[in-house]
């Protein structure tokens, strides 16, 4: 059985990284959602940020990284992008079932339920805490 492919964001902000509930309300994920036809994946990813957790910024093309996760038996595989958050809305589209969560990034890593995310999360702090030559 194939994966669904989807993009997903780790925004962040003045050292901290922006988490959402999932759509039931149980679980802290990252924004991340299906790639619209007529969209790249960090388009989607920036596109995702925008309906899920009201946050506008510059996506990075180069993608974080990868996950994995199942729902409703299926395999969907998120590749991750990160967002310099320049705005944070008081109204977005899905602002009726979802909470914004910041969080320093080893906090993030600790509340995501999704072992592989909460290594990436873990990495991406790394990399940009790291000095750049």
């Given amino acids: 059985m194939a994966s669904v492919i989807q993009a997903g964001v780790i925004p962040r902000r003045d050292g901290r990284i922006c988490l959402i509930n999932s759509s039931d309300g149980l679980r802290w994920i990252v924004p991340k959602g299906h790639i619209d036809e007529g969209f790249t994946p960090p388009e989607a990813a920036a596109q995702e940020a925008w309906e899920e957790a009201g946050l506008r910024g510059t996506i990075h093309p180069d993608s974080v990284g990868r996950y994995s996760y199942r729902k409703f038996g299926q395999n ?36 995501v339920s999704i072992p592989e995310l909460a290594r990436l999360l873990l990495d991406f702090a790394f990399r940009i805490a790291e000095p750049v030559e």
Avoid at 78 to 104: G, I, N, T, Y
């Fill in 76 to 111: 969907y595989v998120v590749e991750l992008f990160s967002m310099d958050v320049s705005q944070v809305e008081a109204r977005w589209p899905e602002m009726s079932f979802r909470r914004r969560l910041w969080l320093a990034p080893a906090e993030a890593a600790e509340v």
